[in-house]
Structure formats: structure tokens, C-alpha cells
């Protein structure tokens, strides 16, 4: 099979792991036509590991090298953004027209809000995310394996690093699969160009970028010091994101206890969560993400390298109008219940500072 006909069938691979692998029943917090809470099939964690574990093991039985990936990355590429286009057109066209978008706007935001297939047995944007982590994955390890077989005698610990943080993000994204159906792209985004090209080729490739620049670099020898330091500062970020994640769901779950165990919830007219992550600023969870994408940056021992540091500047330029969107949106919701929490949580994202 041409290596650009490979994005396709690791599509429909992950779909049909996903429809056929065992799953869990969950409600969501987002309400279908009926007024019910929608309901997910989420089998997240299988999926990944059978994925990896079908890779892994084609690759040992020779029927593809460790580094095809990496060698086939522009053909992977090009194929990727085809089928996402493709996506794209095939789930908008069909949908009615939202009244007062242009075509343009419709087919990059999307009509529908909460597209399910199959009897509701697909949600599209839980498979988006999935697909997307997958591929994200075997691309990291496969990048990786280049890294190593042009430096098998002296390899980078960074690059080792790099793959294990990044590993360990995307494995507790989907242990908490559940805590994502309570966050913005669930519940406030549509199906379109945005996020079914974005899941389908800029996250499993572009997430990537720092091992695209610096997996043919040589070992650059920065010590335990600097790997240390980079792994602290990606762990200080994750801690901000999922502990604001986490205090959001349980407080949307159940308002009177405490989240995690010790944070007392304490809300505006009970509606609007003032403390905790959520004292600190509107949406210190975007500060985590920040943080994690700058030690996945540096982790790499390669600072002066552009590459590594498009991810982090790529959250920058995404989370700063989101959050923008996300105040107009909340102030529409909440009125002057809004205002209040703006003057009692005056910091947008870092706190201190903005």
C-alpha cells in the first residue's frame, strides 16, 4: 500500500477498534435534541494500547520498519490532510445550514454541535480525539526509532524524555475520557473543519514537531540537571490543567462535596466556582497546558532549535482567543453573575500577571 493511502486505513482501523473493542456507558453534560444527556461509548485506554500493540508488532514482524513513519512523514502528511478534507466536507454538506454563517464559516467551525453515528454507538468528536491521540503516539515512537538507529552508540536521553511525557499525556487523557465530556470542545465546539482536520492531521503530526527538528540531531549531552528541570516544569503544568479539569467535573457531578477530596467548593450562587484552581484565575488550566508543552520543549536539550517550541507558542495563539470566546460566552450565560466573578477572580489565565 502507497504510504499515502496509510492515513486512511489507520482511520478506519482505529474506528473499527473502537466499535468493536469492549466499552462503558457514560453520560455526558451536554443535553441531546430530547433534553437528556447525551451518552458516550468510551473504550479510549483499548483502543490507544491495541493500536500500539498492532504497531509494534507488524514492525517486529518486519512488515514495517521502526522509523517508516518518520522516513514516510511528508507521503503520511499529504494523505492525512486529504482524508481530513474529505472528513471535513462529508460531515458538514449533509447537515442544515446554520442561519447568518456563510459556507466559509460553516465548513470551518461545522454545523451540527454533537454528531453521533451508528445508534449513537460513535460520538464523532470522542473519535476525533481518539484517532488523533493514536496516531499521535506512533508517530512519537516511531520518530523516536529513527533517533536511534542514526545514534544507536550515543542516543539522547532527551528524546527518551520527550516520548514519555508525551506518552504519559496522552495515556491520563484518555483514563480521564470521562472529565473531557464537561470541558469547551465538548461542549461549546461544532464538527468541522477546525476540529475533524484538526484531530485528524495537525494533532498526530504537528503535536510531533519536536521530534520532526531534532530526531536527526546528535545527543546534545545536557545533564540530569536540565532533564530534571524539564520534567518538573511539565509536571507543575500538568497539575494545574488536570487538577482544574477535575475540580470542574466533580463540581458539575455534585456541587456539595469536595473535589479531589480537599477542595472545598465554594461558588457564586452556587453556579460559578471561585475556588481552589479556580480562585487562582479564570482558566488556569490553559497556563498548565503552556507549561507542559514548554517542558516538552526543552526536554529535547535543544533550546536554540525553532522546532520544539512551535507547540507551545501554537497553545499560546489558541488558548489566548479562546479564552476571549469563552468569557463572551459565559458572561451571555450568566449575565451579572459574570461580572461578579471577574471582579472576585480578576486574572484571565496567569495569575499576577494577565
Known sequence: MPALLWPLAFDLGVFALHLLLPARRVKGYV????GAPLTY????????????GLWAAACAGGLFAWDALFLHRYELLAGACAVGLVFTLAVVLPAPPVPGWSLLKELFLGRVEQPQWLGHRVDAKMFLYLVGAAGLELNLLSFAAHHFALHPADPSPGVVLYVALFSFFLVEYLFFEQVHLYTYDF????VGFKLGWGCLVFYPFFYAVGLWTCAELPNPHRGAAWLVGSAVLFFCGWVLARGANLQKYFFKRDPTKKALGFLAPEALEGRVLVSGFWGLSRHINYLGEILMASGLALSLGHPAEWGPWLYPLYYVGLLLPRQAADDRRCAEKYGPLWDRYRQRVRWRIVPFVY
Open 31 to 34: 443535553s441531546g435534541p430530547d
Open 41 to 52: 461509548r468510551l473504550n479510549g485506554l483499548w483502543v490507544f494500547f491495541a493500536t500500539v
Open 187 to 190: 461542549v461549546a465546539e461544532r
